[in-house]
C-alpha cells in the first residue's frame, strides 16, 4: 500500500506556472505507474497525465499537451507536475494516484489516490 501526499497547489494568473509534488510513502515507490487527474467543481474527474515507474514513458491529455509535464523521482519517492502557460480552465483540485501495472486514463484503474491540491488561474 502507498500513501499519497500532494502540495504545490495555489492562486496564480492566467499564464503563470506552478509545480505540483506528489510525495509517495509506504511502499515502493517505482513499483507504480503514476497519474495525475483534476476535478473542477461541477465537473467529473479528468486525467491528466500518466508516467510509467521508470519514468521513460508518459502520457497526458490534449488539452495540456505542450503546457504541462509530468516527471518523477524515484530516489525521493516524488512526483511532479510542471504546469505552465496556466489557463482560467485549468482551475481544479489536482490529485495523484498510483497503480500496479502499466498505465491508464481510467480514474477506476488506479487504485491509491492522495487528498489533493488546489489550482485556481485567475483571469
Known amino acids: 500500500q502507498v500513501h499519497l501526499v500532494e502540495s504545490g497547489g495555489g492562486l496564480v494568473q492566467t499564464g503563470g506556472s506552478l509545480r505540483l509534488s506528489c510525495a509517495a510513502s509506504g511502499s515502493t515507490f517505482s513499483y507504480y505507474t503514476m497519474g495525475w487527474f483534476r476535478q473542477a467543481p461541477g465537473k467529473e474527474r479528468e486525467f491528466v497525465a500518466f508516467?510509467?515507474?521508470?519514468?521513460?514513458?508518459?502520457y497526458a491529455t490534449d488539452s495540456v499537451k505542450g503546457r504541462f509535464t509530468i516527471s518523477r523521482d524515484n530516489a525521493k519517492n516524488t512526483l511532479y507536475l510542471q504546469m505552465n502557460s496556466l489557463k482560467p480552465e485549468d482551475t481544479a483540485n489536482y490529485y495523484c494516484?498510483?497503480?500496479?501495472?502499466?498505465?491508464?486514463?481510467?480514474?477506476?484503474?488506479?487504485?491509491?489516490w492522495g487528498q489533493g491540491t488546489q489550482v485556481t488561474v485567475s483571469s
Open positions: 508516467i510509467n515507474w521508470s519514468g521513460r514513458s508518459t
Open positions: 494516484a498510483a497503480r500496479s501495472g502499466g498505465g491508464s486514463l481510467s480514474s477506476e484503474a488506479y487504485n491509491y
